[in-house]
């Protein structure tokens, strides 16, 4: 069935209304997400890397991810769901260290860092089975391909085991789409060439939702991973309806990031609850907090 | 005949600047004679063809606005944008190296890219993001940057907590010697403000694209009706 943007929306608006209205009475009680997720599988593509385990989208009965009344989730595996953030300029040496270490000890999916504390960063890291991730074209987008490709390239030989990239957001809004494409799937394959995911910021807080529709559906063709929805540096975070209406664009096998803004074990939960399969989070200890004080 | 033009970098580092912007970007420097178009690296090209032969540089944002990626890819990135025809770079500087004291990190970080200027008779600025350091710490990376032979050194990205203020061009003219110029950028809307920079030693000013024509029209009103 074809759908126009204005279906799609007012579709997303009606789902938006329902997780709401979901989130608000459970948020009354205090047993949210505390156990067993069996409707949660394995990441096949991660697994086939050597890549740690990564929780796959949740799914409800009809197999659609996201939209789940009554999916549990332990602390443990909440934090299989977060990259462990910290990208302000001037993060220093002792803070990115701490950030490994908080890593190390919660079980974060990844540290999510410039790339100059990549290195840095898998030292630190060396068997603790926390990936690292790095930043790339951040938090713009607005350097060429050929040198998103060389970050890329030096990110991973430094260490690292995934990507964000920040797509070309001009191109984007002058609708070049191919040239969109080709800058996600030359990083995409240099990625892939090295044993590394690629996710792909779309920075939605700029987008219109038909752009931001378009820009998932350019990330798919172009074969990364996951979309994610924003830097954290740009005019909004990641939203519930940017989440579900990426997760409509995108289907049901990729991955979605959902980053900035996001502070609380009840944001946490509904990102994931909209079809989130990742989280991007500097205020990650807060949220583990709020995962243990609610079970 | 404006005064204040040549002072201004007519500057759009948006994330979402589209190709169409960035012309009209380049026809309005043209037209006011501004310094210097500023861009993020994915637009020099473009900025460089429609500005070849008129005087007015292309200025091109490296490492920008975080300074997170390391020297070699900074280097890469300088390269490619001066090979596209940049030819002035805005150079971030390694933020967290200068919080760390490691001061040799952050010097070498710049000097790899004012060598590769001085290849292509380009100028480089390092932008310190005042906003995020302390007192000291402003005057010591002015120090490294001049020690690493830049030609400007600028006070913020625009991206940063807040802009240049007086306070810190004042610092920056007293520090860097006369030959280093000085580039305040962030938060200069108005006429008042552009004075004032120029009034405390800014010999450039960074000016998003829609303030510097308001600038602009201020200052005509104030010649036409002294």
Not at chain 1, 37 to 64: N, V, W
Not at chain 1, 173 to 191: L, N, P
Not at chain 1, 241 to 249: C, K, P
Not at chain 2, 83 to 101: F, Q, S, T
Request: aromatic share 4%; glycine share 8%.
């Amino acid at each position: 069935m074809q759908l126009d943007s204005k279906t799609i929306d007012s579709l997303v608006e009606e789902i938006t209304r329902q997780v709401l209205t979901v989130l608000k009475e459970q948020s009354s009680r205090s047993d949210v997400f505390q156990q067993a997720t069996d409707t949660m599988s394995s990441c096949s593509r991660c697994e086939e890397r050597g890549a740690q385990h990564l929780p796959k989208t949740i799914r409800d009965d009809t197999g659609r991810p996201g939209v789940l009344s009554d999916a549990r989730i332990t602390a443990q595996e909440l934090a299989r769901y977060i990259d462990h953030t910290l990208l302000k300029p001037d993060a220093t040496y002792a803070q990115i260290s701490q950030l490994c270490e908080e890593a190390r000890q919660y079980g974060f999916v990844t540290v999510c860092v410039n790339p100059v504390h990549v290195r840095l960063c898998a030292q630190l890291l060396r068997g603790s089975g926390v990936g690292i991730c790095s930043v790339v074209g951040f938090p713009l987008g607005a350097t060429p391909t050929n040198v998103k490709c060389y970050e890329t390239q030096q990110a991973i030989s430094d260490g690292a085991t995934e990507i964000d990239m920040v797509i070309n957001i001009g191109a984007l809004k002058s609708k070049d789409y191919d040239s969109v494409r080709e800058d996600i799937a030359a990083v995409v394959r240099t990625c892939h060439n090295h044993g590394a995911i690629c996710k792909v910021i779309i920075e939605a807080a700029l987008l219109t939702d038909d752009e931001k529709i378009k820009a998932c559906q350019l990330a798919k063709e172009a074969g990364a991973d996951y979309v994610k929805t924003s830097t954290g540096f740009g005019p909004g975070g990641a939203t519930l309806h940017d989440v579900m209406l990426m997760r409509q664009a995108v289907g049901p096998d990729m991955g979605i990031k959902a980053a900035g803004g996001i502070r609380t074990y009840q944001d946490t939960v509904a990102m994931i609850k909209a079809g989130a399969t990742r989280i991007g989070a500097s205020a990650s200890l807060k949220i583990m907090e709020g995962a243990r004080s609610a079970s | 005949m404006s005064r204040i033009a040549s002072y201004i970098d007519h500057t759009l580092v948006r994330a979402d600047a589209t190709p169409e912007q960035i012309a009209r970007l380049c026809r309005e420097a043209c037209e006011h004679r501004f310094a210097a178009v500023a861009v993020n690296e994915v637009h020099v090209h473009l900025a460089g063809r429609l500005l070849r032969g008129t005087g007015i540089s292309v200025a091109c944002a490296i490492g920008f606005p975080l300074g997170g990626t390391s020297t070699w890819v900074k280097w890469y990135e300088a390269r490619s944008a001066l090979r596209g025809g940049a030819n002035e770079l805005d150079v971030m500087i390694y933020l967290g190296a200068l919080k760390d004291g490691r001061y040799d990190l952050v010097e070498h970080d710049l000097s790899a890219i004012v060598r590769l200027c001085r290849d292509y008779g380009a100028r480089c600025k390092a932008i310190l993001e005042c906003a995020l350091l302390t007192e000291d710490e402003k005057v010591r990376a002015c120090q490294l940057a001049v020690a690493a032979g830049v030609d400007f050194v600028k006070t913020s990205t625009g991206y940063g907590p807040s802009g240049a203020t007086v306070h810190d061009v004042t610092l920056l003219r007293r520090l860097a010697p006369p030959t280093v110029g000085v580039k305040a950028a962030g938060g200069i809307r108005t006429y008042a403000d552009a004075i004032a920079m120029i009034e405390a030693g800014a010999t450039r000013l960074g000016v998003s694209a829609q303030a510097s024509l308001q600038i602009l029209s201020e200052e005509r009103l104030l010649l036409e009706n002294p």
